[in-house]
């Protein structure tokens, strides 16, 4: 009764199946372990100290900056130099300025550092003299997906983006893959707190991974679903022809035929009748 299990249509069903099934099972796993490891980052996160009781770190430590180094206090000594602000930058809701001042460090790179959010239509505040040292929250370098970021045309003073790839052109030198936003501000701005690392959040894109999680199994079981509802059709179908319950060819041509038969026969009929009535109605007109 099963013999429809060794014809080739039952072969590639039983292979997309066997193939389909784990494949689905892998993708889910893997999207259940990148929202565990979103949670995990998260409570990591919110199990540090609060980055201004952490005794600050020279900045070359703590880089390359990662989910671990991220939101550390890091330290640094230099000279500021050229000043830009960085445009449509929310703070507690309403829109302003990031005041970026590049400083100019003692191994002759430069750091952007954030002194503060500026309210729109403010003046910055002028660029400290002398050597100095900064000291606050280490920050990786924004890219084209982050929250504020602008791509487009800025006038001169401006830049949509803080990262080495937007400023090494502006400044001589080279500019760190990183930032510094300053604990504490100087008067007429506020300070900008840190931002968690990216991929440590518990954000849309994670729950998006846990959605993922569940369109993967549902696909699973969706396979093997449509794969018992065609196998019991087939076994089925196998069944009431081994048991003769299958219509059988002669019987469905069989009304075809009697209908061809019946309007074949009319016409003849009908003729017969013709020549038969022919004659007598010959015979009463002589």
Known sequence: ?????????????????????PFCVFMGTWQLGRFEERV??????????????????????????????SGRTATASGEYGRQFLVPDREL???????????????????????????????EAPAVPRGRTTVTGALQASEHGGSPGVRTGG?????????????LVNLVPGQVYDAWVTLTDAPAGLTPVPAAAAEG???????????????EWFVFAG???????????REAEAARDAALGLAPAASDTAGPAEDAAGSEAAAPSEDA?????AAPAGTGARG
């Not at 590049?102 to 500026?118: K, M, S």
């Not at 969706?222 to 019991?232: E, N, S």
């Open 92 to 122: 507690d809701g309403r829109t302003g300025a990031y005041v970026l001042t590049l400083l100019r460090t003692d191994g002759g790179r430069e750091l952007p550092v954030v002194r503060g959010w500026l309210p729109a239509g403010a």
């Open 200 to 214: 440590s959040g518990l954000d849309l894109k994670a729950f998006q991974n846990l959605g993922y999680t569940g």
């Open 40 to 69: 995990d980052s998260h409570q990591a996160a919110e199990q540090r100290p609060d980055p201004s009781s952490v005794r600050a770190e020279p900045l070359e430590e703590l880089l390359p900056v990662d989910q671990e180094t």
């Open 1 to 21: 009764m099963y013999r429809f299990l060794a014809t080739p249509r039952w072969w590639g069903i039983n292979v997309f199946v066997v193939l389909a099934i």
């Open 154 to 166: 800025l006038p001169d003073g401006q830049v949509g983006m803080i990262s080495a790839a937007s």
């Open 272 to 276: 017969a009748g013709s020549g038969a």
């Open 222 to 232: 969706f396979v093997l679903f449509m794969w018992f509802r065609l196998f019991r």
